[in-house]
């Protein structure tokens, strides 16, 4: 891609494996520079804890993607959807009468993965790895299943610079909590971001479709939540729009723009 070049291998139990088919399983390597750069499983059902420390059965779903912008990879993500299943493999996770999954994703730009020793980065359950410590962590309400494609809707589309793909909730709410933290002593620097509000993949896709009236912003200080800067987000724009973090208190100014593990940033989707 561009200058920089990957290799995808993928491994499976069967010799000729159908993908399209729920049951498929199968394990990504993603190969940079000669090295291992994320390892990610699909279709592995493990007990973990995920919400409230509740140990639950889910099928796990993981994705590697490159991001790119104008043909030059800019970053590689791992992302994840949990969705609560029984000892079937049947989904157990509903809501609004669908399917919904636990999301979560890294994120690596080009610039740090040239210079990570991914031999002593990774961490994981085994089933997944991927440098952690250097990585921007998101979190975020559950997705919506798609029962033959889980990932579909997944957290990833959120970063792939992609206008095709959406991320969708699917929560009892309709409201969308996103998470962003850095492990390790490194800060990550966020100083905007942009959202396409809606289904934007094509025009009746996007008018058929929900869309937001407006989006708030935060950060923790002192171990509690300061206030929400709300932004109106237009709802006949099938293109992006950004928000500039500006506009918070002096106190915050280092915080907000400076994402790490114990300062995380909270971007609250509504329709107040």
């Not at 237009?234 to 790490?260: M, S, V």
Request: hydrophobic content about 35%.
């Amino acid at each position: 891609m561009g200058e920089d070049i990957f290799y995808r291998l993928i491994f499976t139990e069967k010799q000729n494996p159908d993908f399209s088919l729920p049951d498929c399983k199968f394990v990504q390597v993603l190969i940079y520079n000669n090295k291992i750069a994320a390892v990610g499983s699909y279709n592995i059902k493990m007990n973990i804890s995920l919400v409230n420390y509740e140990q639950k059965l889910y099928a796990l779903f993981y994705s590697i993607d490159i991001v790119e912008v104008s043909q030059k990879a800019i970053g590689i993500m791992l992302s994840r959807v949990a969705v609560p299943v029984n000892k079937d493999s049947n989904f157990t996770g509903i809501q609004n009468n669908q399917p919904y999954g636990e999301v979560e994703l890294s994120y690596l730009e080009m610039s740090q993965l040239k210079d990570i020793d991914f031999k002593a980065a990774y961490e994981g359950y085994g089933i997944a790895c991927f440098p952690y410590d250097n990585a921007l962590s998101v979190y975020a309400s559950p997705c919506l299943v798609d029962n033959s494609i889980p990932l579909k809707y997944g957290l990833q589309n959120a970063f792939d610079h992609n206008h095709s793909t959406s991320y969708v909730e699917n929560t009892k709410d309709d409201l969308i909590n996103i998470y962003f933290f850095k492990n390790g002593p490194e800060l990550f620097t966020i100083s905007a971001f942009a959202v396409i509000n809606g289904y934007a993949q094509n025009s009746t896709l996007y008018y058929n479709n929900n869309r937001v009236k407006k989006i708030g912003s935060t950060t923790k200080f002192n171990g509690s939540w300061d206030n929400f800067r709300i932004m109106e987000l237009k709802n006949n724009y099938i293109e992006r729009e950004l928000a500039e973090i500006t506009d918070y208190p002096e106190h915050l100014t280092y915080t907000i723009k400076k994402i790490g593990h114990l300062n995380p940033m909270l971007i609250h989707i509504c329709n107040m």
